[in-house]
């Protein structure tokens, strides 16, 4: 514990963030590595810690990013309330700071969203989804080209059992889909076809239903790329057809 009083010592509120550049390395890595402490006061006080880090040296805590989101990202399902609480502070501060970067290097992100957006904890998840609406809220940002890594995960968070984090995953997947409406040249259709027809198969209504709105838009826009398709596309569509009681068939007829 002494480890991470000593890192909120060493970062005054009124240092510069180019006097505190020169020290980051030192302050972060010791308090990202008390995340992990048995010790949920060690939990928090190392969250408090990295916050008035992050508060002061802005920007330069951007090469710690992934660290940083991957920490926080286990530390959202903390069973301590205090934990939890100055986790959503530290969360909204980093929000802040990305938004705000020119700076923030998204490919190296790529692989750690590829992989976090499978939790399976209700709190991951809709901290995983909280990030991916932010990030597509950057204008600096086109979160279209990474479809293809994280559609398949943002289905599955879909079909969580926790209404709010199920609403607020398919808010994000509207969002997308408004987008490929609007700039058509930028979907990879090939690499999310597959992905859209076999969520058509689930037994969730929501994810089926969204999953065929999904392909319907594909073969308005893209009609050609989406011929070799068609056998699975038949194949996941027509048993919903015959249903009287399906979400799709009654709500939104192909």
Known sequence: MNRVYECVRMSPQHSSS????SYVDQLVKPVLASFTDQDSRVRYYACEALYNIVKVCRGFV??????????????TADP??????????????????????????LKAFIPLLRERVYAKNPESRQFIVSWIAVLDAVPDINMLVLLPDIIDGLFQILGDKNSEIRKMCQGVLSEF????KRTRSEV?????????ILHCHSDDDLIQC???LWLREFILQADRVMIQYIPGMLNAILPCLQSNQNLVKRKYPL
């Open 62 to 75: 951007l090469p710690y990013f992934n660290e940083i989101f991957d920490g926080l990202s286990k530390l």
């Open 18 to 21: 180019e006097d505190s550049s």
């Open 177 to 180: 889909l408004e987008e490929i």
């Open 210 to 212: 969204t999953a065929m």
């Open 188 to 196: 990879r259709y090939e690499g999310i076809a597959n992905i859209l």
């Open 80 to 105: 301590d309330q205090n934990v939890k609480n100055g986790t959503e502070l530290l969360d909204r501060l980093i929000k802040d700071i990305v938004t705000e970067s020119p700076n923030f290097d």
